[in-house]
């Protein structure tokens, strides 16, 4: 079974600019989350998506946006890019099944603005 | 609320030395608990769950225990590899919510 699915792998971009980052779940999963890991640090929770609905979002500011596609792919868009937002930004996709399914991650796409 | 806490890192030690990290948690009810394994330039991997107290979770030679009257999840293994180098992350999960430590740096040296 394809594992969870990003794209690209890196990003370069210019403060002001705006980005867009990709993820393809597992198939058969149906909530996607989004998640971002700054240099150094832990996971930060940014949104999560179930059934084409935004169901819960992290304490970001609104400029992060995604959405969820009805094959259950998902985008991540942030605008306005400052230099704080260079990180590495996880998708992790979970089963829908009974009870606590694990999230299953993706390598990353590595976000520099300059 | 829910929390977790981990060891701070890094960790060093020997190839074949024994392996514990700690994490404890906060929660009311009967989350999950998981330990996760990054690789240099890589995503989480799952490397072991445990769904209820007393439960054992175990893979690749790494062990961890949910132990509810103690709060703890901790990973232990018994001989470590130079490959085992990896920041942890030990996570709470609960349906469509969790909770992650802040990770745990573990280098081996041969």
């Known amino acids: 079974e394809a594992g969870v699915t990003q794209s690209p792998t890196h990003l370069i971009k210019t403060r002001g600019q705006q980005a867009t980052l990709r993820c393809s779940p597992i198939?058969?999963?149906?909530?996607v989350y989004w998640y971002q890991q700054a240099l150094g640090l832990g996971l930060q929770f940014l949104l999560w998506?179930?059934?084409?609905?935004?169901?819960n979002r992290g304490n970001f500011p609104p400029r992060f946006s995604g959405r969820q596609f009805p094959n259950y792919s998902s985008e991540l868009n942030v605008n306005a890019l400052e230099l704080e937002d260079s990180a590495l930004y996880l998708c992790?996709?979970?089963?829908?099944?009974?009870?606590?399914?694990?999230?299953?991650f993706g390598n990353g796409t590595r976000l520099t603005v300059t | 609320g829910d929390s977790v806490t981990q060891m701070e890192g890094p960790v060093t030690l020997s190839e074949e030395a024994f392996l514990t990290i700690n994490c404890t948690y906060t929660a009311t009810g009967y989350p999950s608990l998981f330990w996760y394994v990054q690789y240099p330039g890589e995503g989480l991997q799952l490397l072991l769950k445990?769904?209820?107290?007393?439960d054992k979770g175990s893979n690749k030679g790494f062990e961890a225990t949910y132990r509810k009257e103690t709060t703890s999840f901790h990973l232990e293994k018994g001989s470590v590899q130079v490959s085992d180098s990896a920041v942890y992350f030990c996570?709470?999960?609960?349906?469509?919510?969790?909770?992650f430590g802040s990770g745990t740096k573990l280098n081996v040296k041969p």
């Open positions: 992790a996709s979970s089963h829908p099944g009974q009870g606590i399914s694990p999230l299953h």
């Open positions: 996570a709470l999960g609960r349906i469509n919510k969790f909770y």
């Open positions: 198939s058969g999963h149906t909530s």
């Open positions: 998506y179930d059934e084409g609905e935004e169901r």
């Open positions: 445990a769904t209820k107290a007393d």
